[in-house]
Structures are given as structure tokens and as C-alpha cells.
């Protein structure tokens, strides 16, 4: 795993990242993925705008807005200092609630490796998942006696939720979770979707960060 180019952020800086993580599952098969993509920006950036986004879309403190939803958004734009994807494939009997629950595993257990030094204020995960909300939700007001409780299914994936969730505390990280809809116009779960897809049908698992040159293609119809 490289070490991201740190002259990309303002030491004086903190990041705030924006993900989106969705889950696959085909019983059938006996097979599950999770996808996540997303993009991490330095707070300074705010109301700050690039020419490099996706068609008919802005980059936004909280994720990625269609051009006419943005004017009544209240929403500020942002310039993304990485970008991020992964997939995830298993083999087994996994759920779909399995799958979300994975993806929101996996995208934290990435951007708070120890290898990439961010110094984040918030991080923002977006799902169409009401079991990974609710889960979140429980995680945050009964703390460990919701699991087994409240939340009696999954048990060890819960706990190492809970796990991620008092690491954000204990680094003074914000946690938002916002739910989407799913299969819609939001860009970012559509894209988390595909990848969850291709993880599931590929048993790949792969991250990926880039930095924000020429991330979007004009020419690509997304």
C-alpha cells in the first residue's frame, strides 16, 4: 500500500471525506460483495470549485448533487484532494445486510489506516441501507450493550462497528451517516453499487486512492 502524497494537504489543514458504500449478495451462488467510492477534501477547500467533476454534477461538502437540485441545496462546493473505490468479494452465505454492513467495515478500516496520515475532522458515510443506519444509530446511543440486544444479528461485524465507532470517538473524528436513495440519480451510490457488483461477481478485493488530477473524464457519460 503506497504512502499518499502528503503535499496534496495543508498541514494546517483538516480532511473531511465523503463515502459511499453499498452492498451485493446472490444467495444463489453462494457469493456477496461491497463497494465504496468516494473523496476526501481539505476543509479549507469549501465554496472552493474545480473543473474537474463528473457530468452534470457538483462536488459538494456532503457529496455529489445534480447541477439543478444544487442552487436550493444550501450546500457549499468543494475541491477533493483523493478520490477513493474499492470491492470487496466473499464467498459464502452473506447476506445482504451482511454486504452493507462490510462496506462500511472496510471504508473506515481503509481511510483510517495508519499508512495514510489524515488529519480528519468528519467523515461521512452514505448508504441506502436503513440496517446500517439503525445499527449505527444503536452503536452510538447504547454503546456496547446494544449488541446482542438491540442488535442481534451479525453479532461480530456489529462489533467491529462498534470498534470503528469508538476509534472515530477517541480521535475526536465526526461520524454523519446519511441515507440515500438506492438505485437513483445519486451518483455516488450508483458507482458504489456497479463496484459491489463487480466485487461480488469477481471475489476481488481491491482499494484504490488516487489524487484529484484528472479524475473525471469529460468525454465519460457517468
Known amino acids: 500500500m503506497a504512502k499518499v502524497d502528503l503535499r496534496i494537504l495543508d498541514p494546517q489543514d483538516k480532511q473531511i471525506a465523503v463515502i459511499y458504500g453499498d452492498g451485493s449478495s446472490d444467495i444463489r451462488f453462494n457469493v456477496y460483495g461491497c463497494g465504496i467510492t468516494g473523496y476526501i477534501f481539505n476543509k479549507g477547500s469549501i465554496g472552493e470549485t474545480t473543473s474537474d467533476i463528473p457530468s452534470k454534477y457538483y462536488i459538494t461538502e456532503k457529496g455529489y448533487i445534480e447541477f439543478e437540485q444544487f442552487p436550493k441545496s444550501g450546500l457549499k462546493t468543494v475541491v477533493p ?48 441501507s436503513s440496517y446500517v443506519v439503525l445499527a449505527v444509530d444503536y452503536l452510538q446511543s447504547q454503546g456496547e450493550e446494544a449488541i446482542g440486544k438491540s442488535l442481534k444479528a451479525n453479532t461480530e461485524l456489529i462489533k467491529e462497528m462498534f470498534r470503528i465507532i469508538k476509534l472515530l470517538k477517541e480521535k475526536n473524528i465526526e461520524l454523519e451517516v446519511i441515507k440515500v436513495q438506492g438505485h437513483s440519480t445519486s451518483l455516488g451510490n450508483n458507482i458504489a453499487d456497479r463496484l459491489a457488483n463487480i466485487g461480488r461477481m469477481t471475489g476481488l478485493q481491491q482499494f484504490f486512492l488516487t489524487e484529484n488530477n484528472k479524475h473525471w473524464s469529460k468525454s465519460e457519460d457517468v
Do not use: H, Q, W
Request: glycine share 8%; proline share 2%; charged share 20%.
Open 81 to 128: 484532494c483523493y478520490y477513493f473505490d474499492g470491492l470487496y468479494g466473499y464467498k459464502g452465505n452473506g447476506t445482504s445486510d451482511v454486504a452493507e454492513l462490510l462496506a462500511f467495515i472496510n471504508s473506515f478500516n481503509m481511510l483510517l489506516e495508519p499508512t495514510y496520515e489524515f488529519n480528519f475532522e468528519k467523515i461521512i458515510f452514505k448508504t441506502d
